[in-house]
């Protein structure tokens, strides 16, 4: 089993920055695909980020390319999410997914642990 915190959620102005972290427990993360998702109220969850396991690549949804950036420390057992020039419509509940496979993207399906999620809040 993998347990998942996120943390570092709040509510931020407009063109803010926020870093999220995911701190897991259970199983180290270098052998796991770590991935962001979010869901607005109303809306379905949606991917955001994955850093892909063992040194894989990272890929990022088209609305945040450019302004967000997925990492780890492995050594800390940590998966982060900078968000810079954040904007009214990141506004959502985002949460920290973790999963075996090493082709693991965007689908929520594809990723077998979910922590508890953080709230992000951006005034306009």
């Known amino acids: 089993q993998v347990q998942l915190v996120e943390s570092g959620g709040g509510l931020v102005q407009a063109g803010g920055s926020l870093r999220l972290s995911c701190a897991a427990s259970?199983?180290?993360?270098?052998?796991?695909?770590m991935g962001w998702f979010r869901q607005a109220p109303g809306k379905e969850r949606e991917f955001v980020a994955v850093?892909?396991?063992?040194?894989?690549?990272?890929y990022y949804t088209d609305s945040v390319k450019g302004r967000f950036t997925i990492s780890r420390d492995n050594a800390k057992n940590t998966v982060y999410l900078q968000m810079n020039s954040l904007k009214p419509e990141d506004t959502a509940v985002y949460y920290c997914?973790?999963?075996?496979?090493?082709?693991?993207?965007?689908?929520?399906?594809?990723?077998?642990?979910w922590g508890q999620g953080t709230q992000v809040t951006v005034s306009s």
């Open positions: 850093s892909r396991r063992s040194g894989g690549n990272t």
């Open positions: 259970g199983r180290t993360i270098s052998n796991l695909s």
């Open positions: 997914a973790a999963g075996s496979r090493y082709s693991a993207y965007a689908r929520g399906s594809e990723y077998d642990y």
